[in-house]
């Protein structure tokens, strides 16, 4: 059985950086991509950020475009998520997700396993 565990979110003033981190265990070899959304209080969850197993190319949303870095450790069957120049905008839950690789890769349709989630929260 597949797993995803993310961990390192927290509390940090605008401005600061935090790193996020998903490791996947378990029967990992279907996984073409993983993605980050996150979800604020009141709000839909949103794309944030994919990349591909096999090149590491990235792709981000625009809100984020500049101040995240998506990277993934292939040997460890990790991805993080380097987050630069937080705003208090950037506050949510942030959820890493697999997906096979069909579908779009912004789109939460296309992922099939979820993590449980961690918080970030950006103070102003």
């Known amino acids: 059985q597949v797993q995803l565990v993310e961990s390192g979110g927290g509390l940090v003033q605008a401005g600061g950086s935090l790193r996020l981190s998903c490791a996947a265990s378990?029967?990992?070899?279907?996984?073409?991509?993983m993605g980050w959304f996150r979800q604020a209080p009141g709000k839909e969850r949103e794309f944030v950020s994919t990349i591909n197993w096999r090149d590491g190319r990235a792709y981000y949303a625009d809100s984020v475009k500049g101040r995240f870095t998506n990277t993934r450790d292939n040997a460890k069957n990790t991805v993080y998520l380097q987050m630069n120049s937080l705003k208090p905008e950037d506050t949510a839950v942030y959820y890493c997700?697999?997906?096979?690789?069909?579908?779009?890769?912004?789109?939460?349709?296309?992922?099939?396993?979820w993590g449980q989630g961690t918080q970030v929260t950006v103070s102003s």
């Open positions: 997700a697999a997906r096979a690789g069909s579908g779009s890769y912004y789109s939460e349709a296309s992922y099939y396993l």
């Open positions: 378990g029967r990992t070899f279907s996984m073409y991509a």
